[in-house]
Antibody
Framework: EVQLVESGGGLVQPGGSLRLSCAASGFTFSNYWMSWVRQAPGKGLEWVANIKQDGSEGYYVDSVKGRFTISRDNAKNSLHLQMNSLRAEDTAVYYC???????????WGQGTLVTVSS | EIVMTQSPATLSVSPGERATLSCRASQSVSTNLAWYQQKPGQAPRLLIYGASTWANGVPPRFSGSGSGTEFTLTISSLQSEDFAVYYCQQYDNWPPYTFGQGTKLEIK
């Protein structure tokens, strides 16, 4: 059974940093692109970043470029999102999602809440 | 960036009736379109990919159609568990992947 479990969310002040993690199990992690998708309270879904199987390529939505860094550790089956210079508008539930070329975002974690507030 | 627009924002339908949700892309996405269902407090669930192919475990009362810029998700006979928010998403031209703003399907 595919499982994605996020952690690392919490309350952080504007300008602060936070590192999210996603523990993957039930599939060969190194065979898949992985993504982060976020959802602000009461709002829709927004793709944030994705990373290639070997970590050699990563892509970001414009609003987080230069502030967020996606990375992965295939030996530990884990995905990470380093978030720096956080803003109030980054407040959201952050989901880890598996990306498949055919199926698209086919498995999602339960999400972790990030709140940026003073 | 491709903009996805869903309509209506809210759809009120009685159980057992048919629901039709629309999604429009600002430029052609071929059939590189997915639909997701999201219930309160839960993660999104993939329903349809390739505009019309069911994901694993999705009941056949859900069907997707369309290509290019116009897409439809139809639920043929609404069950109580189908009342949720539905999102379309394009993956033809990325980054970024873009989602519609969602259609809330509520009980009439």
């Amino acid at each position: 059974e595919v499982q994605l479990v996020e952690s690392g969310g919490g309350l952080v002040q504007p300008g602060g940093s936070l590192r999210l993690s996603c523990a993957a199990s039930g599939f060969t992690f190194s065979n898949y692109w992985m993504s982060w998708v976020r959802q602000a309270p009461g709002k829709g879904l927004e793709w944030v970043a994705n990373i290639k199987q070997d970590g050699s390529e990563g892509y970001y939505v414009d609003s987080v470029k230069g502030r967020f860094t996606i990375s992965r550790d295939n030996a530990k089956n884990s995905l990470h999102l380093q978030m720096n210079s956080l803003r109030a508008e980054d407040t959201a539930v952050y989901y880890c999602a598996r990306w498949d070329w055919l199926l698209n975002f086919d498995y999602w974690g339960q999400g972790t809440l990030v709140t940026v507030s003073s | 960036e491709i903009v996805m627009t869903q309509s209506p924002a809210t759809l009120s339908v009685s159980p057992g009736e048919r629901a039709t949700l629309s999604c429009r892309a600002s430029q052609s996405v071929s059939t590189n379109l997915a639909w997701y269902q999201q219930k309160p407090g839960q993660a999104p669930r993939l329903l349809i990919y390739g505009a019309s192919t069911w994901a694993n475990g999705v009941p056949p009362r859900f069907s997707g159609s369309g290509s290019g810029t116009e897409f439809t998700l139809t639920i043929s006979s609404l069950q109580s568990e189908d009342f949720a928010v539905y999102y379309c998403q394009q993956y033809d031209n990325w980054p970024p992947y873009t989602f519609g703003q969602g259609t809330k399907l509520e009980i009439k």
